[in-house]
Structure formats: C-alpha cells, structure tokens
C-alpha cells in the first residue's frame, strides 16, 4: 500500500503540470467510483477530504444555524469535534446539547429512545458518532437517520473509525450527512477521508478552499474537489486499499480482530473486576473494545504501559471514570493481548 501511495506520488512529482492539468479529474473520478461502489453510493454525491475531522468541519460551518437552534448529541463524542460545534455555536448562537447516554447500554432502541427524550421544537441537527471514540460503541445510527429524517431533522454522521471495520452502505443508513476515514480500518495512507453529502443538501456546504471549482456552472465534486495545487496521491490510493482487503479475505481478518477483542473484554473483566459496558456483541463492537478500568492515574499508566512494555493503547476518562481502548488490526495476534493483559496486571496489581 505505501508503494502504491509513493507511485502516486512520485507521477505528480515527474511531471505535476500533466497531473495535475490533464489527469486530476479522470483519476479522481476513477478513485471516487471505487469507494463510492465500496461505500454503496453513487460519486457524484462523495469527495475525497483529509479526514473524517474535515468533512465535519466543512458541514458543521456551513450549516444555516440561527441563534435558539439546537444541535443534539450523546456524551460518546470524540473531543474534536465537541469543539468544531462549540466553534458554531459561538458563531451562529446555535446551542449544542451533549446529552448522556450512561453505561452500561443493552439495547438498541433504548439507546435511541434515550437520545430522543432530548429533542426538542428547536433541535435542528443531530450529530452523533456511528462508532464512538471514547467507549468505542457502534451505536444505532440508522435508526436514529431514520426518526430523524420523519421529523425534518438534519443528521450528520462521524464514520471516523468505520470503514474496513464494519460494512457501511451509506444508501441505506439514508443519513443526510457522513464523513468517514479511509486511512484507520481500510489501511489507506493518512490524510485520506471522505465526505458523503445527500444530494438535496450539497448546495448548503462550502468547501474548505474556494478555487477554481467555485463557479456558478459547476457542482458539488468541483466545488469541493480542487484545493488548490495539493498532494492526492493519499486519495489515488483507496482503490488499492479496498483491493488488498478484498484479495487477503479481510472478512476473515476482522473475525478474528472481533474474537480478540472480544476475549480482552472477558478477560479484563476478570482481572479488574469491572463488568463490560455492552453485551458481547458485534452489535456494539468491532474491532476495537473500551473496557472499565479500577480507579488510576490514568496518564501515568498510559506512560508507563509505553515506556515499561511498549504496549501503546490510548486510555481516557469519560464521565469521570478511567477507561482503556483496545484495538486489534489484522497484525495483532493473541500474544499481544497477552503482553497487554501482562502489563496491565503489574502495573494496577
């Protein structure tokens, strides 16, 4: 996958007026029919963005907010884009209403009806995460586009940590807005996302940049698609990344991520002590896994699990309880939850 991404790279580089004069539409629209066939969509309602953070961002500050409206979220969300809302929200006197969604959860539609005790006449946007950050839960998002979408509400979805660990088919969920990330769970290189748009609503989102796109004539592609003179050699390389996973059986391979994650639950719990925070799953998780940790000085274990066991897993504190995150790729193997579970024991034990 680099190879192919330094390829790329190095074809701008050799002669970056033909690439980028003659060749830059053709070989964006071929990347972008690949990962709109992977993503269910079509690509004409998709570009390619440097992350999931950016896609959010260009919707967010785009949005036509007005002083009183509300954007409705959970408290699972991840921290950055908590800020790109508060941004708006000072911008624009719009309200963003982070409403809790406690642990443990159990059911699907509990979790939905939870959310929606807190929309009101004036909430205008829901924003929630389909696999969250902090506590690493996919949460019922389709049902939740769907209640959405009967009350006239705008939906806006981070698929940050989605594509490659669970299958999206973005047709379906029918959200009004998404943007996921290709370079976590796809092993695309980094600075390589997306941003799905429904096609009614493409009018109401700026790009980042305005270029050479931004013109009356043009549409959403070319308006979002030219930043200026940029690297796209990440983008060129979703098709390949998207092939690898196809060509190695990676079904299979997040079989195996999900059993390995699935095991870190039990086997922590038994360790600490600390019942889960969902039922044992691939309803509520993947390939990666939050599990409770016992009361800690939870930067001094994150450091110590680094410099004493080269084991580098993000922890945090969410509703002021610590927490652990477990990922597992395809290069994991049962000996690095061993090494982890080991490290852990020494250093809370």
């Known amino acids: ?95 963003y209403i982070q409403h809790p969604i406690p642990l443990p959860v159990t059911d699907p539609a509990t979790v939905v009806e939870s959310l929606w005790i807190a929309v009101t006449p004036r909430t205008r946007v829901i924003f929630i995460s389909h696999i969250t950050s902090p506590t690493a839960l996919i949460l019922p998002v389709a049902e939740v586009c769907r209640r959405a979408r009967e009350a006239g509400i705008w939906t806006v979805i981070d698929g940050a940590h989605v594509p490659g660990q669970i299958p ?41 940049v305005i270029s050479w796109g931004w013109q009356e004539q043009y549409g959403f592609v070319d ?3 030219w930043q200026g003179t940029s690297d796209i050699a990440a983008y060129l390389s979703v098709p390949a990344a998207i092939q690898f996973q196809q060509e190695h059986d990676w079904d299979t391979v997040r079989a195996e991520c999900y059993a390995l994650a699935s095991e870190t639950r039990s ?13 044992d799953s691939p309803d509520w998780f993947a390939q990666m ?53 080991d490290a852990v024991q020494r250093i809370l034990y």
């Open 289 to 341: 896994v939050t599990v409770p940790l016992p009361d800690c000085d939870v930067a001094e274990v994150k450091t110590r699990l680094y410099d004493e066991f080269r084991v580098e897993v993000p922890l945090v504190t969410w509703d002021e309880r610590p927490f652990m995150r477990v990922s597992f790729q395809g290069y994991n193997t049962a000996n690095d939850l061993a090494q982890l579970l």
């Open 1 to 95: 996958m680099f190879e192919t991404f330094q390829n790329w790279q190095r074809e701008l580089e050799r002669q970056p007026v033909a690439f980028l004069g003659r060749r830059f539409d053709d070989l964006l629209r071929t990347a972008r029919e690949s990962l709109a066939a992977y993503l269910n969509a079509s690509p004409d309602d998709l570009v390619y963005v440097s992350n999931a953070s950016e896609g959010i961002n260009r919707v967010a500050r785009s949005l036509p907010l007005e002083p009183g409206d509300e954007i409705l979220t959970t408290s699972h969300e991840y921290g950055a884009m908590n800020f790109t809302w508060e941004y708006v929200c000072q911008q624009t006197g719009a309200k």
């Open 168 to 208: 999206l088919d973005l047709t379906a969920l029918d959200a009004d807005f998404y943007s996921g990330n290709c370079h976590k769970w796809l092993s695309a290189p980094k600075s390589a996302g997306f941003l799905y748009v429904r096609r009614e609503l493409q009018s109401l989102i700026a790009p980042s």
């Open 223 to 225: 308006r979002h698609q």
């Open 267 to 279: 086997r922590m719990a038994e360790l600490t002590g600390l019942a889960p925070i969902a039922p």
